[in-house]
Structure formats: structure tokens, C-alpha cells
């Protein structure tokens, strides 16, 4: 079985360890911590999505991938776009959840709800399906744990403030991400609505698709084992 | 010899009570009255515009998509005033030059604005309050650097006089930067820049440029002088009383009770900078992660701290409890002067005294007394300090 590339979201990163732990059973599964969300800060000319995907082309060649799998969420699935946009010789098929990264509505409507400036409890309604069961309760976290979500923000903002959470030309280059592809969105998700993962389907050349039900932008951490399912599915057969 | 400086934020008072949810951001501008505006504007330049008869100096700065501050755009109200005025030197604390985005147009605002003036502009950089990053959308994760990016291309603007250079940074691009008119003061106008943290202190004193500490009180102003003049030791120059300056608030009137009334409603500037929805205060990578995350963990209640290391709400401080942190001074203009040389004294001196002489609900007839009474009655004694 070739090798499967995990690309994670901007939040909430420890959170998906069980679906990785069902991903990567019996498989060469890689899931690198993105430069500044691995704790150093990066390189002050590495801050842009162009510059994951680079990097993750530069890793498939390092590794002489064939026909690898990358599965990428929300952050990382714009990534896994951007990557086979430019290339896709060692890319065999992508698993995407929830991705953002392509501006698909008008000047004056997001496809993205603006998180940064939520409060609390309304980003953690828009995140999950389940907030009450699974958005942290930071009032009960060690100083370490919120300290590493500040630094989530910190990377998210870094990498995706402007235009926010999109490449503005991503949608017309979409043609070249001729792979096989599975879009799986929460049916509850309020950053990234099922609606856009329909509509951005219809513009991928090779794309399937599918809901999971109760789960919100991160079906990986809220439906861990449904989500593995259907990932799984799509890897033994696309 | 203590320059006094009277700031006042032109606020939109009227609109306060309509807007329970906060005062910043989101609020809708159908509550701003445009001829009620026009009547306050005028006031507000009228109130600066006296300050030339009575010896102050004028200190501006803005905010946006705010009732609290209606200047949005700095340099107009000193542009006014810079013909208004003869003799008060114009400083604008400050241009948010992180939040920018075309900084040859700021060094040009300057530049131009020295020279109307006959060289009476001070040139304050701020970064900005963190609730300032939605209505710019700058990237709060990048404002450090793109700050500095901005600083080196205006100092550089302003002070290249043989033709145009080129300049392609990280924030910034541009094929022939070639700033018309060049400056009247030389080099370039004096730099201030405000710093609230021991760290950006640092790096200003490099610089040696003046220093602003805002309401920082008996208990973090000298924390934060004191980062500035061990950086500037190491940089290897000593930093006169001219490097420092405060803001606070002051209320003098005829008798106690009169100066403590005027700074108790002056303070409505201080009691409202909380009022903002808290996902404002706290945008991504604005700070230092161990600071985001007690935001993160407590919420945006900002605390002032007394000089005895006691705190109160910042949101519903009394006057008694502003003077007893040493961000009010109120009282007769001889109680003024005594709490402002006790003040100095205790921070380790300084030669700017930044007046919010006037602020919130606080009326022209009340300003125009303040100012007065402080310039004929206290300033000659501050002037000595």
C-alpha cells in the first residue's frame, strides 16, 4: 500500500489523534506538524499556503512517493488543492475534509465563517456539532493546553488572514487536480458550509461528495471512527 | 522645562447610550448624527485651536469604526490646526502605520503637513489597539514586522532628497519612492512612538526615539521607562527627561470638587475603551502566546492597578480610584501640580505631560475652563518640573 500523507486542520490539531490512530494502522501514514505549529517559528520567508505545498511536493520527492494518498483537513485539504494543482505525478488520489482555500461566493459573501472575530461560545457552535461534548472548556485546561491554542490562532492568522482562508485564483486552476477525489464535510458544519463543499465538488474534475452526519467542520475528531470508514472506503477503492 | 499637551479623542458621546453592546467595531453608523457630529468637530478643533493662547501644545490620534473616537483619519485635524495654530507643536499619537497599508502616503500626510506648520510636527507611530486589527484586517500574526517594515520606509522616504529609490520589502513595493514636499524639520520630524510592554520599550530606545506610556500608572510606567533606559545605556546613549512621555487625565477646577468632577467625566474615555465585544480584543498572534492565552482563558476585563498594587475594573473606576493609580490628576490647579511632581518623581521623570483635558461627556464651556484654569494656574509651576 503506498504512503498516506495527513495534512492537519488549523485547530484543534491533538484532537484528531484517534482517527489518525485508525488511519494509520497497517499503513506508512505521515502527518508533519506545519512549520510554526511544530513549535519553531518558521522561516520569516515561509508564510504562505504556497509554501505547504511546496513543501509537502518537496517531501512526496524526498520520499519517492507512488500513488500516495493525502488526506488533508480543512487548512490542510486547501493545502492538498494547492499541491495538486501544480503537481500531481506522485499524488494517487485525495481524501479531503472539510477543506477550505477557494472562493467560490461574491466580493461580499464568505465562504467561510470569520472566526477570529467570534466570541468563544459562537465559534465553538460554528466549529462543532457538539460543542457542550467537544469544544475545549479553557477555563479547565493547564496553561500549557490554551497556550496552544493561542498558537493555533497565531498559525492560522500567519498563514491564512488574507485574503482569509482563500487563494483568490485557486478556483480557476481547479481543472488540474485531475485525481480521484472524496470531499467528506460534517453535515453541521458553520465555517465551511455543506452548501460550499457541494458547489466546490461540481468544480473538482474526479470528486465524490459525502456527509457525516452529527459532526460539525472537524468530522475526523467528532465522528472519528465514521470518518475513518469512509476515508478507508475510498483509499481501498479509488 | 514641561511640555504640556492637551489630547482629547473627539468622541461621539451622543450616540453611547444607544450602543449597551459596546462602543467599537460593529455598531452601525445610523446612530451617528451627522449635524451633531459637525457641531462636536468644530468644538474639538476650537478647544486645540485655544490651546495656542494658553501655551499648550496639541496631541491627536485616531481610532475607527468607533463612537468613542470619531478622528479616523489623524492627519486631518492637524492639517486644520496646522493653520489654525502658530506656535503648538502638532503631535499625532498615533499614525498606525502597521494598519496602512500605503506608507509613502503616510510619510507624504507628514511631510506635507511639517511644512504647512513651519516645522511643528511630532511624528508618532503606534501600532495600534488590538481592536483596531478587524477594521484594518491587517494580519495580526505579521504587525511586529510589517510595523517595522513601515518605519524604515517612511524614515527613508523623508529623508532621501536626490531623486526616487526603489523599494521592494515583504509589506511593501514600490518602483520610485520620491516624497514631495521634503520635510521642514531636518533630518525629519521628531519620532514618538507609545509602548505598553518592557519588550517594545527595548527596541524604541535603540532607536531613541521619545517614549509614550499611556495610562500606565505608579506601577507599570517605570517598569516600562526603566526597559528604555537600560536598552538605551546599552546602546550607549543616556536618555534626558525630552525622551519620556505620560498620558493622563486632568481636571482642575476652582475648587476640589470642581477638578474631580471634570476628570470624573473625562474618565468616561477610560471606562469606555472596555466597552468592545471581547472577540475584538484578542485577535490571532497579536501578542505573545502566553499573554493570548489568559485573554483567551479570562476574557478581555482590563484592570487598573493603584499605586498600593490593588486593581479595579477599568469599566467603572472612580476618580478617586484613577488618582489613587496615577492615571487621573484632579483637583485645585495646586493639588494638580503637587500630584504631577509626586508622579514624576516616582516613575523617574519626564518632560511630556500628554493632558486629556477633555474627554466623554465633558462640555466645551467645562474644557475651555479646564484648560484655562490649568494654563494661567498650574502650568507655570509644571513648566518649571
Redesign the interface.
Given at each position: 500500500m503506498s504512503l498516506v500523507l495527513f495534512l492537519h486542520g488549523e485547530h484543534f490539531i491533538a484532537m484528531g489523534r484517534p482517527f489518525l490512530d485508525r488511519l494509520g494502522a497497517g499503513r506508512e501514514l505521515h502527518a508533519p506538524l506545519y512549520p510554526g505549529y511544530d513549535g519553531a517559528p518558521p522561516d520569516p520567508d515561509f508564510r504562505s499556503v504556497d509554501d505547504l505545498a511546496y513543501r509537502y511536493l518537496d517531501l512526496l520527492e524526498e520520499m519517492d512517493a507512488r500513488d500516495a494518498t493525502i488526506v488533508g483537513c480543512s487548512l490542510g485539504g486547501w493545502v492538498a488543492l494547492e499541491m495538486a494543482v501544480r503537481d500531481r505525478s506522485r499524488i494517487g488520489r485525495i481524501a479531503l475534509l472539510a477543506p477550505v482555500g477557494v472562493k467560490l461566493l461574491g466580493r461580499e459573501e464568505r465562504d467561510f465563517a470569520d472566526l477570529p472575530f467570534m466570541r468563544e461560545a459562537e465559534a465553538a457552535r460554528t466549529l462543532f456539532h457538539d460543542p457542550a461534548r467537544w469544544a475545549p472548556d479553557h477555563a479547565a485546561l493547564d496553561e500549557a493546553a490554551v497556550e496552544t491554542i493561542a498558537l493555533e490562532r497565531q498559525w492560522a492568522a500567519w498563514y491564512g488572514w488574507k485574503p482569509y482562508m482563500h487563494n483568490p485564483v485557486l478556483a480557476k486552476w481547479l481543472h488540474r487536480a485531475a485525481v480521484p477525489t472524496l470531499l467528506l464535510w460534517g453535515e453541521s458544519d458553520g465555517f465551511a458550509a455543506p452548501e460550499y463543499g457541494r458547489r466546490l465538488a461540481a468544480r473538482l474534475p474526479d470528486a465524490r461528495f459525502e456527509t457525516i452526519p452529527d459532526a460539525g467542520h472537524y468530522p475526523h475528531i467528532e465522528r472519528a471512527d465514521e470518518t475513518a470508514d469512509a476515508v478507508l472506503a475510498f483509499l481501498e477503492n479509488a | 522645562m514641561m511640555q504640556v499637551w492637551h489630547f482629547s479623542e473627539m468622541a461621539y458621546h451622543p450616540g453611547w447610550e444607544s450602543l449597551p453592546d459596546g462602543l467599537r467595531?460593529v455598531i452601525p453608523s445610523r446612530v451617528y448624527d451627522p449635524e451633531v457630529g459637525a457641531d462636536l468637530y468644530h468644538r474639538y478643533l476650537d478647544e486645540w485651536a485655544l490651546c495656542d493662547r494658553l501655551g499648550l501644545n496639541i496631541m491627536v490620534n485616531e481610532h475607527h469604526a468607533t463612537a468613542t473616537c470619531t478622528t479616523s483619519v489623524c492627519t486631518i485635524p492637524m492639517a486644520i490646526l496646522a493653520r489654525e495654530t502658530e506656535k503648538a507643536r502638532l503631535l499625532c499619537l498615533g499614525m498606525p502605520i502597521g494598519n496602512r497599508m500605503d506608507a509613502v502616503r503616510v510619510a507624504e500626510e507628514y511631510a506635507m503637513l511639517d511644512v504647512i506648520s513651519r516645522g511643528r510636527v511630532e511624528m508618532g507611530f503606534v501600532k495600534g489597539a488590538p481592536f483596531e486589527i478587524?477594521p484594518a484586517?491587517?494580519?495580526?500574526?505579521?504587525l511586529e514586522?510589517r510595523f517595522w517594515e513601515a518605519h524604515d520606509l517612511i524614515v527613508k522616504a523623508m529623508t532621501t532628497h536626490d531623486g526616487p529609490f526603489n523599494w521592494e520589502g515583504?509589506h511593501y513595493h514600490y518602483r520610485e519612492v520620491n516624497v514631495w514636499p521634503r520635510p521642514w524639520q531636518q533630518p525629519h520630524p521628531p519620532i514618538w512612538m507609545t509602548v505598553a510592554s518592557p519588550g517594545s520599550a527595548q527596541r524604541v530606545a535603540r532607536k531613541g526615539y521619545v517614549i509614550a506610556a499611556l495610562n500606565t500608572g505608579y506601577v507599570h510606567t517605570p517598569v516600562v521607562y526603566g526597559a528604555y533606559r537600560e536598552s538605551a545605556a546599552e546602546a550607549g546613549f543616556d536618555p534626558g527627561p525630552d525622551r519620556f512621555a505620560y498620558l493622563c487625565i486632568i481636571g482642575v477646577g476652582e475648587t476640589e470638587a470642581e477638578g474631580k468632577r471634570r476628570a470624573h467625566q473625562i474618565l468616561d474615555y477610560s471606562r469606555t475603551t472596555p466597552r468592545v465585544?471581547?472577540?475584538?480584543f484578542y485577535?490571532?498572534?497579536y501578542s505573545p502566546?502566553?499573554r493570548?492565552?489568559g485573554l483567551?482563558?479570562s476574557g478581555s476585563e482590563l484592570r487598573i492597578q493603584r499605586r498600593d498594587g490593588s486593581d479595579f475594573p477599568m469599566q467603572d473606576g472612580t476618580v478617586e480610584d484613577f488618582m489613587a493609580a496615577g492615571v487621573a490628576f484632579a483637583g485645585t490647579p495646586a493639588q494638580v501640580v503637587e500630584q504631577v511632581e509626586e508622579f514624576a518623581a516616582a516613575v523617574g521623570g519626564f518632560e511630556h505631560l500628554l493632558m486629556m483635558g477633555q474627554g466623554g461627556f465633558l462640555s466645551h464651556e467645562d474644557t475651555v475652563a479646564n484648560l484655562t484654569l490649568f494654563s494661567e494656574e498650574a502650568l507655570p509651576a509644571i513648566g518649571r518640573m
Open positions: - | 467595531n478587524n484586517n491587517s494580519n495580526p500574526a505579521e514586522e515583504r465585544q471581547p472577540q475584538f485577535p490571532p498572534g502566546a502566553a493570548m492565552s483567551i482563558r
